[in-house]
């Protein structure tokens, strides 16, 4: 700690502290403070108000420069985490690693962050691998910019000039379509081997290509991601697959090798020709329903990824002996706790994905009062779309996708007709009988 310490101080100044930014104005970039949130605009000018330098900062930035609406905004500032929380009744402190201060303003959530000084041995706590545990040394503006990852998040508007302050050319890579690494690449996956995945998801979202100086390292450097916790890796692939690019990022995750170990087993889902399709249609299907600004569910995509290797599983336990439904759910609870050790799960999540995991055999059942009471459960749609991934991807036929489909929208006569009639793999005039005298239930639910 001494040795440390001693090197702080007699430390040679860092080069990018002697950084001269490039100052580009309004009508160079294009962007207005009117498009930028109104709270963001607020915190940025208190902030001013009171002494500090203040600016929207990072993937704001970015992303109007690249003519995509922001989801979030970010605010960087020389104000201690202590100053802003002062300056702002609905705030607070949070976070171990680095300390930042959200800032409330009806169901607006701005997040405001001190400049901080580069990454350096002396000033950030690592493990072995070189991964930073904790960094809450602050420093200047031009510090701030060098420690960001890549130069397009290096970016930093100010709304009351309407200027973009730039260390790092990151306007000229966007302009170039380049995602380009701020520093050493291999230190800087070293440091944080989250980068990684967030190279491709930025590359993939963004459409940009790549430099060939931060995609290199990539592959030799995945074993890295071994040491990241689950909890901050789930959340990474959380923000991966509903980037509304799931599809072109994947497709990056194998060609860089990113994908080995991210969900275990994924590979062998990937490597089976049902599983695969599969796999596709519903990473698209998700795209799609993002790009149309629809709700999606991670329990239901987490569902379907890895579906096949429940399919696999529940078989062999069939094989051995077990009986059917208890093999499914030993079948799904092994699954899940294969990728506890990789990917944390949220319970929510997890009982989502094993309510849709546990109705498909009940769509198997056409009788009696089966029908009526799978129609009434809280996950029918999500269930029925599931089962219709199964359909297209060839795993079972349409027509038990398009029966159910009828049975939810039809009235009490027509569904005594669809139980009545006789199916293909139900030869049995007894079991045909007895489907001519259905239960009578008065309610209807929503159609798919």
């Not at 973009?164 to 995602?179: E, S």
Request: proline share 6%.
């Amino acid at each position: 700690m001494i040795r440390k310490l001693l090197r702080r101080v007699f430390r040679r100044p860092d080069a990018d502290n002697k950084l001269e930014p490039a100052v580009i104005p309004v009508d160079q970039h294009g962007i207005r403070r009117e498009q930028i949130s109104p709270v963001a605009f607020k915190v940025c000018n208190v902030l001013q108000e009171n002494g500090h330098k203040a600016f929207v900062v990072g993937g704001a930035v970015r992303d109007l420069l690249i003519g995509h609406p922001p989801k979030d905004y970010d605010v960087a500032t020389s104000a201690t985490p202590e100053q802003v929380r002062d300056l702002f009744r609905r705030s607070r402190i949070i976070g171990r690693r680095f300390k930042i201060v959200h800032v409330m303003s009806g169901r607006e959530t701005i997040e405001v962050s001190t400049f901080r000084a580069s990454h350096d041995v002396e000033s950030a706590e690592t493990d072995e691998h070189g991964r930073v545990l904790r960094d809450n040394v602050f420093g200047s503006q031009a510090e701030d910019a060098s420690r960001r990852d890549f130069t397009v998040n290096a970016l930093y508007y100010d709304p009351g000039s309407e200027t973009i302050i730039d260390y790092h050319h990151g306007v000229a890579d966007i302009r170039q379509k380049t995602l380009r690494m701020i520093g050493d690449p291999r230190a800087r996956y070293r440091e944080d081997p989250v980068r990684m995945l967030r190279a491709v998801r930025l590359g993939a979202k963004l459409g940009l290509t790549i430099d060939p100086a931060a995609r290199t390292p990539i592959r030799e450097m995945a074993e890295l991601l071994e040491n990241v916790p689950a909890a901050r890796l789930f959340d990474e692939m959380l923000k991966l697959l509903f980037s509304g690019h799931a599809v072109k990022c994947l497709e990056q995750l194998r060609a860089e090798g990113l994908h080995h170990g991210l969900l275990p087993l994924l590979d062998v889902i990937l490597e089976q020709p049902a599983g695969e399709r599969f796999v596709w249609l519903s990473l698209e299907n998700t795209d799609d329903r993002i790009r149309a600004e629809k709700s999606v569910s991670p329990g239901f995509l987490f569902a379907t990824l890895l579906w096949h290797e429940v399919l696999a599983n529940w078989e062999n336990r069939k094989l051995a002996g077990e009986s059917p439904q208890p093999a499914l759910f030993e079948a799904m609870d092994n699954v899940l706790d294969s990728q506890a050790r990789k990917l944390a799960i949220t319970r929510r999540i997890g009982a989502d994905i094993k309510e849709i995991w546990a109705l498909q055999p009940r769509f198997e059942r056409r009788a009696g009062k089966a029908p009526y009471r799978l129609i009434e459960q809280p996950r029918y749609r999500a269930g029925w779309d599931f089962l219709r991934l199964r359909a297209q991807s060839g795993e079972i036929s349409m027509d038990l996708v398009d029966w159910w489909l009828r049975f939810a929208h039809a009235g009490h006569d027509e569904r005594e007709a669809l139980l009545a009639q006789p199916f293909p793999d139900e030869g049995s005039s007894k079991r045909r009988k007895r489907r001519r005298k259905p239960a009578k239930v008065g309610a209807e639910v929503t159609a798919p």
